[in-house]
């Protein structure tokens, strides 16, 4: 069944990079696009950015300039980088694909 | 971007009927979806693309709306709904979720 898994650190420091893996079983990532969205505490869903199936990406025009998502088809794989982390960016995040989400990784932006 | 609003609470009794509704700043045509978040909980897809129920969700559930004006209706509201209900656009880019509605049961 389609399954997607975030895994990352759940401390980092203000003015250091978030990186976080979406590992994903039960489809190819050549064949479905997958996004990244996160909630900080109590609040609502941002849409951050994709890697569509043919390996473009796009991204939160807000978020451009901190953001990178890549991926390992061979590992099933998508990744998330976000420098400069500041204690706004602290939530949770999830990958996702549409109606399918991983249960979410909490990241807390604190020293 | 597609500033989508929602209004952020309703209070219902069980059994009544619930619409919750969603205008995005521009058009969406029908690219419009409902999702459900219960807490510490993931979203869950509820209906897609303004009107098609996704899968194992209940009939109860149903969606309507078409450009900017969407509305997630639940009849009959059970105990068990008691969530926050979020839309989304996927058809201008960025994506955009509105900002929720929490439905709380008297």
């Known amino acids: 069944q389609v399954q997607l898994k975030e895994s990352g650190p759940g401390l980092v420091q203000p003015s250091q990079t978030l990186s976080l893996t979406c590992t994903v079983s039960?489809?190819?990532?050549?064949?479905?696009?997958v996004h990244w969205v996160r909630q900080p505490p109590g609040k609502g869903l941002e849409w951050m950015g994709r890697?569509?199936?043919?390996?473009?990406?796009s991204y939160n025009s807000a978020l451009k300039s901190r953001l990178s998502i890549s991926r390992d088809t061979s590992k099933n794989q998508v990744f998330l980088k976000m420098n400069s982390l500041q204690t706004d960016d602290t939530g949770t995040y999830y990958c996702?694909?549409?109606?399918?989400w991983g249960q979410g990784t909490l990241v807390t932006v604190s020293s | 971007d597609t500033v989508l609003t929602q209004s952020p609470a309703l209070a219902v009794s069980p059994g009544e009927r619930v619409s919750i509704s969603c205008r995005a700043s521009?058009?969406?045509?029908?690219?419009m979806h409902w999702y459900q978040q219960k807490p510490g909980q993931q979203p869950k897809l509820l209906i897609y693309?303004?009107?098609n129920l996704a899968s194992g969700v209940p009939a109860r559930f149903s969606g309507s709306g078409s450009g900017t004006d969407f509305t997630l209706t639940i009849d009959p509201v059970e105990a068990d709904d008691t969530a926050t209900y979020f839309c989304?656009?996927?058809?201008?880019?960025?994506?955009?979720f509105g900002g929720g509605t929490k439905l709380e049961l008297k």
């Open positions: 996702t694909r549409d109606a399918y």
């Open positions: 039960g489809f190819s990532l050549t064949s479905y696009n």
């Open positions: 890697m569509r199936y043919n390996g473009d990406t």
């Open positions: 521009e058009g969406v045509n029908s690219y």
């Open positions: 693309k303004a009107s």
């Open positions: 989304q656009q996927s058809w201008n880019d960025p994506r955009t």
